[in-house]
C-alpha cells in the first residue's frame, strides 16, 4: 500500500515516526504501509486508489491523478458534501473529470477515525458503480474488527454523508443551548426526513437512509462529541465564532459549506428542508439560534 498527501513536510515525519502524530497519534502505520511523496511513484501500477479530501477539494486533486492513472484503475472517495459552485455530489464530479467507464466507489460512515485506529468494531458502507469493485474493496478493508457492507445506491450514501453533516452542527447547538434530549431527539428524527427528501428528489432509495450511512451516520454525528460538526454548534452556542470555533476545531469542518450547499440544491429541487434551512440561516445570516427553534416551533402543524 502507499500513502501521499499534499503536505511534504507532514509526509516526511510520518514517515520516519510510522504515525500521523497529528491526527491519529496512537495507530501504528502497519508494516506494509509505504510514505511516497511523488504522486507520479506513488499511483504508478496501482488499481485501486482511495481518495480522502474535503469535498471542496475532491475535483482539484481527480484533475491532479487523471493523467497519472492506469487504464485500468479504480477510484474510490471517502469525501462527503456537494461541490459548493455546481451543487454536484462526488460521484458527479469523478464522471465529469474521468468519465463514466471507471469503476467508482463511495465509502461512508458511521465511523469516527479515533475509535477505528484504536481497533475497535466498526461497520461501514461501501456504495459502488460496479458490484465487484465493492466487494473487492470490502473484502480489503474488513478484518476482525472492521465490517464493510456494500450497496449500489451512491447518491443515497453521498446524500446521507453531507447533509449529516449539517444536522450535526444544529444538535451540537441544541445541546449547547440546554434545550435537551426531547428538543435533539426531534431534531435527528425530522432531519432523517429531510435528508430522506433530498436524496430521493436526487433519485437515491428510500432503504438507504434507514441504513449505516443514513440513520446511522447522522445518530452517531449528532451525538458524540468526536463529531467536528457537532463541536462547532457547540462552539456557536458558546458564543464562538464560526472562524474561532473553525480554530479552536483544527479540522475542516464540512457542515458549514454543506449547509450552504444543501440549501441551494433544495430550493433548486423544491424539497422543504425546514431544520436545515435554520441552520443556514444561523451560519450566513445571522439568526440567532433561540429565534430560529422559534420559527421551526411556530411552523403549521401536520401529519407526520
Given at each position: 500500500m502507499h500513502l501521499w498527501g499534499r503536505d511534504p513536510a507532514q509526509l516526511e515525519q510520518m514517515a520516519a515516526s510510522r504515525v500521523n502524530n497529528r491526527y491519529l497519534p496512537d495507530a501504528d502505520f502497519p508494516s506494509n504501509l509505504h510514505i511516497e511523496p511523488d504522486l507520479d511513484k506513488c499511483l504508478d501500477g496501482i488499481t485501486d486508489i482511495l481518495i480522502s479530501v474535503p469535498s471542496h477539494g475532491l475535483r482539484e486533486i481527480l484533475l491532479q491523478v487523471k493523467p497519472l492513472l492506469d487504464s485500468q484503475a479504480r477510484i474510490s472517495w471517502a469525501t462527503k458534501g456537494f461541490e459548493l459552485k455546481t451543487g454536484k455530489l462526488p460521484h458527479q464530479v469523478a464522471s465529469e473529470i474521468l468519465g463514466d467507464d471507471r469503476p467508482m466507489a463511495v465509502l461512508s460512515g458511521p465511523t469516527f477515525a479515533k475509535e477505528v485506529g484504536a481497533g475497535l468494531p466498526t461497520a461501514m458502507t461501501i456504495a459502488a458503480s460496479d458490484a465487484d469493485f465493492a466487494s473487492d474493496l470490502a473484502a480489503g478493508l474488513s478484518d476482525e474488527s472492521f465490517r464493510a457492507y456494500t450497496s449500489d445506491d451512491m447518491i443515497g450514501v453521498e446524500v446521507g454523508?453531507?447533509?449529516?453533516?449539517?444536522?450535526?452542527?444544529?444538535?451540537?447547538?441544541?445541546?449547547?443551548?440546554?434545550?435537551?434530549?426531547?428538543?435533539?431527539?426531534?431534531?435527528?428524527?425530522?432531519?432523517?426526513?429531510?435528508?430522506?427528501?433530498?436524496?430521493?428528489?436526487?433519485?437515491?432509495?428510500?432503504?438507504?437512509?434507514?441504513?449505516?450511512?443514513?440513520?446511522?451516520?447522522?445518530?452517531?454525528?449528532?451525538?458524540d462529541n468526536l463529531s467536528r460538526n457537532r463541536r462547532m454548534g457547540l462552539a456557536l452556542a458558546s458564543g464562538m465564532s464560526i472562524e474561532e470555533a473553525q480554530e479552536e476545531i483544527q479540522q475542516v469542518v464540512e457542515g458549514v459549506l454543506a449547509a450552504k450547499a444543501v440549501k441551494e440544491v433544495a430550493d433548486r429541487?423544491?424539497?422543504?428542508?425546514?431544520?436545515?434551512?435554520?441552520?443556514?440561516?444561523?451560519?450566513?445570516?445571522?439568526?440567532?439560534?433561540?429565534?430560529?427553534?422559534?420559527?421551526?416551533?411556530?411552523?403549521a402543524l401536520k401529519p407526520e
Open positions: 454523508g453531507a447533509v449529516k453533516n449539517v444536522l450535526a452542527i444544529g444538535a451540537g447547538l441544541s445541546d449547547g443551548l440546554g434545550f435537551g434530549a426531547n428538543t435533539r431527539i426531534a431534531l435527528i428524527n425530522r432531519g432523517l426526513v429531510e435528508m430522506t427528501r433530498l436524496g430521493v428528489a436526487l433519485g437515491a432509495k428510500q432503504d438507504t437512509f434507514m441504513g449505516l450511512a443514513g440513520m446511522g451516520d447522522l445518530v452517531l454525528t449528532c451525538t429541487l423544491d424539497v422543504d428542508m425546514p431544520i436545515c434551512l435554520q441552520i443556514y440561516r444561523i451560519l450566513y445570516e445571522g439568526v440567532a439560534p433561540r429565534e430560529a427553534v422559534g420559527a421551526l416551533m411556530g411552523r
